[in-house]
């Protein structure tokens, strides 16, 4: 079983829509959690990071966790053209040091058509 | 406030040279990690520095190295390159209890 498992897509939803990008993670007591997005050709840019159940919310973008089931998401609302890129889930695997050890799933590609 | 920078962004080796990547962290950052991402892939945790040690080293070889020095900048050294090492290498920053930022990477290509 991997680490972090992300469904690779491509994910094509529609300009205006909601996009919905799911993660599932093994370590029964990861901490921490985080969603980078990549362009084609950049590097991953975060822009979610989430540490308690439940869901928080920045703009679009809301991050949804879940530690019973060991599941994160991310929704992206009213998707638009340029939110089109591969969104990376990724799970600190350190606990309680303050450090960042970072193990990502292969990510998943968004597609948003106009 | 500059962010994390690496150098070079493009980099072309033959096989069984030596290649060395820079890193400059984020100011206010003093923790560097390196991680290597293959093509269609996620990135890969190489190995990590704090206080100029390496404190955690992930699944690769040790002709992959590194180094840290007093301003917190880094190098990533490769050597005996091997197809297989052409990847996008990422530098990433972090404080403590800070989230980790990316530099823009190195692409670097094995002939």
């Known amino acids: 079983q991997k680490e972090v498992e992300q469904n690779s897509g491509p994910l094509s939803v529609p300009e205006g829509a909601i996009a919905s990008l799911n993660c599932t993670y093994s370590d029964r007591g990861s901490q921490s959690f985080f969603w980078y997005r990549q362009y084609s050709g950049k590097s991953p840019e975060l822009i979610m990071s989430?540490?308690?159940?439940g869901d928080k919310e920045d703009g679009r973008f809301t991050a949804q966790l879940n530690k019973a089931s060991q599941y994160v998401s991310l929704l992206i609302r009213d998707s638009q053209p340029s939110d089109s890129a591969t969104y990376l889930c990724?799970?600190?695997?350190?606990?309680?040091?303050?450090?960042?050890?970072?193990?990502f799933g292969t990510g998943t590609r968004l597609l948003v058509s106009p | 406030d500059a962010g994390v920078t690496q150098s070079p962004t493009h980099l072309i080796k033959t096989r069984g040279q030596q290649v060395t990547l820079r890193c400059s962290p984020k100011?206010?950052?003093?923790?560097v990690s390196w991680y290597q991402q293959a093509l269609g892939q996620g990135p890969q945790f190489i190995f990590q520095y704090y206080e100029e040690e390496e404190r955690q080293r992930g699944n690769f070889p040790d002709r992959f190295s590194g180094h840290q020095f007093p301003n917190y900048s880094s190098e990533l050294n490769v050597n005996a390159l091997l197809l297989g090492d052409s990847a996008l290498y990422l530098c990433?920053?972090?404080?403590?209890?800070?989230?980790?930022?990316f530099g823009q990477g190195t692409r670097l290509t094995v002939v």
């Open positions: 990724a799970v600190n695997m350190e606990r309680n040091t303050g450090f960042q050890k970072l193990v």
């Open positions: 100011s206010g950052h003093d923790t």
């Open positions: 989430i540490y308690s159940n």
């Open positions: 990433a920053s972090s404080g403590r209890v800070t989230e980790a930022f």
